[in-house]
């Protein structure tokens, strides 16, 4: 294997990574926070990617603004949609929460994707470029610079995400509830305000990604399987609830599919999934980064 | 000596029913079955067949998917998987080896419980979601390998099937699908109504009592999970040689939310719930064909809205209306 080949599969890896990052980051807030374990993210996702072709091709606003747009957009769609299932869900259930939650994702994983359907029809919906131009990394290879660009966005919303977790009262309040929610509910934080707004978070990272990448996924009713597959791929190689390992694992998924597709071809890569979900379950099923958030055996 | 006739009968309708429930039958069922088996007496409408197979099809796999989450409370996200491996396995042997399509489907079943014994010894000891997704990562597996190997496969060009049986009509079919529903409806019910039902519920509902009675939850569960994985496969072989073409469509995810919908709505932990929903839905849905995406979205969110608002499902409904004819 020569280096430029090596160097190739590295860099496609690390761009692919960002977008499996974010998507993963999501996911783990939410089974952080509220320990849902949600199979819409793929949706949100879509939404997100909709969102974006709408702002920028139909509104015509400029890359940046079109991906805030759909970031904000998706956001309030987040919001609703814990305001409108998941808030009465936690209030009528006490026993069977956890698992009826994941059945009410995967419920509205199935609806919002038939209304995709039923309201777009199965168009591709994409776009040629956000930015023209590519950008020479060495004499052998240049990268279009839509992927560079998606790749900084990617990074730069981590960057804040991370920031605003860290440095805001909010997010340590979201923080202090995955620890602990009886004890974040004694210190005065209102838990069902932080839920809506970790969901709405928890969206609009996904709503983020699919933007970012409309010119390489343009916006389909069904594209919200893979991203989805993979973030959980990331979300139970680091360990479940873990954003920090998220974002490592983000990366070193993105690296493995890489590789994957350039040693054994197309349609190997839920295989190699496969295989690197039994080697991690078999020997450290905390994750790679471990995880006491919530627990991996049943309680 | 009016009096003592009728008691007799009742007395007789007791004992069969206290012999039914023996064998792992309810009357309900029984009856339900053997409408089933009379239906082609009265009509020879292929429609009205193939209707009803399609629906019992449905609601066999709706009762193997309950018998694991309506008991262990872990949800087989890849149940259309083994479905699917069950169907190619048997294709496969019976038209490169020869087999006799009844071996066929024994073979289909048996290498979808193979594989689920695996996947389920790999991740039942952690928390459900754990073996949910592993197995939802394994039918993506089997679909991408399905649709890779052409060679073997013939991928999404469809790889033809020889029919079970010699014959053009469905009726056959439907028989040979009520025997297989009914048997796999008494095997599940047997193992509910014995120690190991007991043993699932208790894991099901708490699993810390559970353990502190000497039960070990691992075990049970994966000795539930392989039996629920066995029957998808059986299924699977069977819809394989009455369809008479396979595409990795049918491991598709879409067909497990498909039947996971169906055993909830129809209520969890009932086995039945499932099978009688599904002759409500698969009709209705079939006269809505023309509203396309529209009946998805409804499906859908009778899901979500029963998970909200009444988890006991159609089943649960039943048993209230029964309740109140007997008071």
């Known amino acids: 294997m020569q280096i430029a080949a090596m160097w190739d599969l590295f860099v496609t890896g690390i761009l692919r990574g960002g977008l499996y990052a974010l998507m993963a980051v999501g996911l783990a807030l939410l089974l952080g926070v509220m320990n849902i374990s949600s199979f819409m993210h793929g949706e949100l996702y879509m939404i997100g990617a909709y969102m974006g072709w709408f702002a920028f091709v139909t509104l015509g606003l400029n890359p940046i603004l079109a991906i805030l747009f759909a970031a904000v957009g998706s956001f309030i769609v987040g919001m609703v949609i814990e305001r409108g299932f998941f808030y009465p869900l936690r209030r009528r259930s006490k026993e069977g929460w956890l698992l009826n939650a994941y059945l009410v994702t995967v419920g509205l994983s199935f609806v919002l994707q038939n209304a995709a359907l039923a309201i777009f029809r199965p168009i591709y919906r994409g776009i040629r470029t956000y930015w023209t131009g590519s950008i020479r990394i060495s004499p052998a290879m240049s990268i279009s610079a839509d992927r560079v660009m998606g790749f900084l966005v990617a990074v730069v919303t981590i960057v804040a995400f991370w920031l605003f977790m860290r440095g805001t009262k909010i997010g340590r309040a979201i923080r202090a509830v995955a620890q602990d929610e009886r004890g974040a509910m004694l210190v005065g934080i209102e838990l069902d305000r932080i839920h809506t707004l970790s969901f709405g978070l928890s969206s609009m990272l996904a709503g983020i990604a699919g933007a970012s990448l409309l010119s390489i996924n343009p916006a389909y009713p069904s594209m919200g399987l893979l991203p989805l597959a993979k973030s959980w791929l990331v979300v139970i190689l680091a360990g479940l609830g873990n954003i920090r390992g998220a974002i490592i694992g983000g990366f070193i998924v993105g690296i493995a599919e890489a590789a994957s597709y350039y040693f054994l071809g197309a349609g190997w890569q839920d295989v190699t999934s496969v295989t690197m979900l039994i080697i991690i379950l078999l020997f450290k099923p905390s994750g790679l980064f471990g995880t006491e958030v919530k627990g991996i055996l049943e309680r | ?327």
């Open chain 2, 1 to 327: 000596m009016q009096k003592t006739h009728s008691m007799s009968v009742i007395g007789l309708g007791s004992r069969f029913s206290a012999w039914l429930r023996y064998v792992g039958l309810s009357m309900p069922i029984m009856i339900m079955f053997v409408i089933l088996a009379m239906v082609p007496l009265f009509t020879k409408n292929e429609y009205v067949f193939r209707l009803l197979l399609m629906s019992l099809f449905f609601g066999a796999q709706a009762m193997a998917f309950d018998f694991t989450t309506g008991f262990i409370n872990v949800v087989n996200f890849g149940f259309a998987g083994f479905r699917g491996l069950g169907a190619y396995t048997s294709a496969l042997l019976v038209i490169n080896l020869g087999l006799s399509t009844w071996l066929g489907f024994a073979t289909g079943a048996v290498a979808a419980g193979i594989l689920g014994f695996l996947t389920g010894l790999l991740t039942l000891r952690l928390r459900g979601i754990y073996a949910a997704c592993m197995a939802w990562f394994v039918q993506l597996a089997l679909m991408g390998l399905a649709t890779v190997n052409v060679n073997l496969t013939r991928g999404a060009l469809g790889l033809t099937v020889p029919a079970a049986l010699d014959t053009t009509s469905t009726a056959p079919y439907l028989y040979i699908l009520l025997l297989m529903s009914m048997g796999i409806y008494i095997v599940l019910s047997i193992m509910i109504n014995s120690n190991l039902g007991l043993a699932f519920r208790a894991i099901g509902q708490n699993l810390l009592a559970a353990r502190t009675s000497g039960i070990n939850p691992t075990r049970y569960k994966l000795i539930n999970w392989t039996v629920a994985c066995t029957f998808a496969g059986l299924l699977g072989g069977f819809y394989a040689h009455f369809i008479g073409i396979l595409t990795p469509d049918i491991m598709h995810f879409k067909h497990t939310v498909e039947i996971l919908a169906l055993a909830y709505i129809g209520g969890r932990g009932t086995l039945w719930g499932g099978l009688v929903t599904a002759f409500l839905v698969i009709p209705v849905f079939e006269y809505l064909k023309p509203l396309m995406e529209i009946r998805l979205i409804i499906y859908g969110m009778l899901l979500v809205l029963a998970m909200i608002f009444y988890p006991r499902g159609f089943a649960g409904i039943l048993q209230k209306i029964g309740e109140m004819i007997k008071r």
